[in-house]
């Protein structure tokens, strides 16, 4: 079997999770992107091409080798990859639910027609002046941002024109969005569809850093709450085929969608929830998109818990703890996954970029997990100077 693998930069989730399962289900894997040098030493095929532009996927898979599978893990080219699969009669996502997925302003709108849920929302061209009806607080984000960047809550009128104004000096010719603020608990539900119906595998409580932005500082398992609603939302999308990682607030009016990414949940929560299934996560993803029946996972027990190690100073990285990975026995498995390395330099951005290394973890209960995760980072800390 031909697995077509369409890429940016490189990613954990590509090389530690979705390359070994592709082989393990026996694909001869070929990458395209179009940064080829990246990608040298992941033992795989790899094309130049343009993965942002669907016509020449179509055009580099057409004159190589026939296609089983076409698939990508990145938030970026959804809809590109899913066009190029539909162009050879392959299993994928319906392009359309992958650019109202991405798009922001548009997931609004899709919501809002179905009858979903509503959430005040406006649309910002590179142009136009920010909305003089919007309710306060609100939040400022990139119509298609990614991992928290640019995205701030602002309280009146002159935090809105000031954010604005600063984000189109970073971000030119972007469109914005302003909406209300969502105020209440964060969640996320994690689910795998092969096309006909949907398996919700599990979700996260969100545990958020200090306002006005939104780093998310760490994930703990638990069952979704407003799960009928999440589905409900997910189909008005049209979503229901391979992984989505969908964020929603539980408001006092009642389950909002915050953002829907039509790929598996990142930041290695990925490997988190692989472990906590006990399930070899990447290939079920990977057998959806070769026509086949994913299976459902078996039921998770215990505690699981992903705490991002996030900067708190700008500096020079001096010493951080290496690699770990679980002892044979320990009651409370841990992973300790490096970001940085010694003598980096960290500029804080307030976003996920700023995060130093994550600590995976999983036990049978939470204060367990709790005092577990605790002490590792006491006894293995990171140094910025």
């Not at 089983?68 to 539909?86: M, V």
């Not at 009669?89 to 392009?95: E, H, I, N, R, S």
């Not at 919501?111 to 309710?135: C, N, Y």
């Not at 407003?226 to 990682?245: N, P, T």
């Amino acid at each position: 079997m031909r697995l077509y693998l369409t890429a940016l930069k490189p990613t954990d989730s590509v090389s530690d999770g979705f390359l070994p399962a592709a082989r393990a289900l026996g694909c001869e894997v070929t990458i395209l992107t179009d940064r080829p040098e990246r990608y040298r030493d992941s033992g795989a095929e790899v094309l130049r091409c343009d993965v942002r532009d669907a016509r020449a996927v179509i055009d580099t898979v057409a004159h190589h080798r026939v296609p089983d599978a076409i698939f990508s893990n990145s938030d970026h080219i959804q809809a590109e990859t899913a066009l190029a699969a539909a162009y050879f009669g392959l299993p994928g996502k319906d392009w359309r639910a992958c650019v109202d997925t991405k798009n922001k302003a548009l997931t609004r709108r899709r919501l809002a027609a179905a009858g979903v849920e509503t959430v005040r929302s406006a649309r910002l061209a590179p142009a136009d002046p920010p909305p003089a009806d919007m309710p306060f607080p609100a939040v400022v984000k990139p119509r298609e941002g990614v991992a928290s960047e640019d995205v701030v809550l602002v309280r009146d009128a002159g935090e809105l024109a000031k954010a604005v104004a600063a984000i189109r000096d970073r971000r030119p010719g972007e469109t914005l969005v302003v909406e209300e603020y969502l105020d209440g608990p964060l969640h996320t539900m994690e689910t795998l569809g092969d096309g006909e119906r949907i398996r919700v595998l599990g979700g996260f409580r969100t545990t958020l850093g200090p306002l006005p932005h939104f780093v998310e500082e760490r994930l703990d398992w638990e069952p979704p709450p407003g799960r009928d609603h999440v589905l409900r939302a997910l189909e008005a999308l049209r979503v229901g085929f391979g992984a989505c990682h969908t964020e929603y607030v539980m408001t006092p009016a009642g389950p909002r969608i915050v953002e829907v990414n039509y790929r598996v949940i990142g930041d290695h929560c990925d490997f988190l929830l692989a472990s906590m299934l006990d399930a070899p996560l990447f290939e079920l993803v990977l057998k959806a998109h070769l026509g086949a029946e994913p299976g459902l996972p078996g039921r998770a027990e215990g505690h699981a818990t992903a705490l991002s190690l996030v900067a708190d100073r700008p500096g020079t990285v001096v010493s951080s703890p290496g690699t770990v990975v679980p002892a044979p026995g320990d009651p409370v498995r841990i992973w300790h996954r490096p970001l940085r390395a010694v003598g980096d330099r960290i500029d804080l951005s307030n976003t996920n970029r700023d995060y130093m290394g994550i600590v995976r973890a999983i036990g049978p209960d939470r204060a367990r997990v709790d005092a577990a995760v605790a002490a590792f980072t006491a006894e293995n800390p990171w140094v910025i100077a």
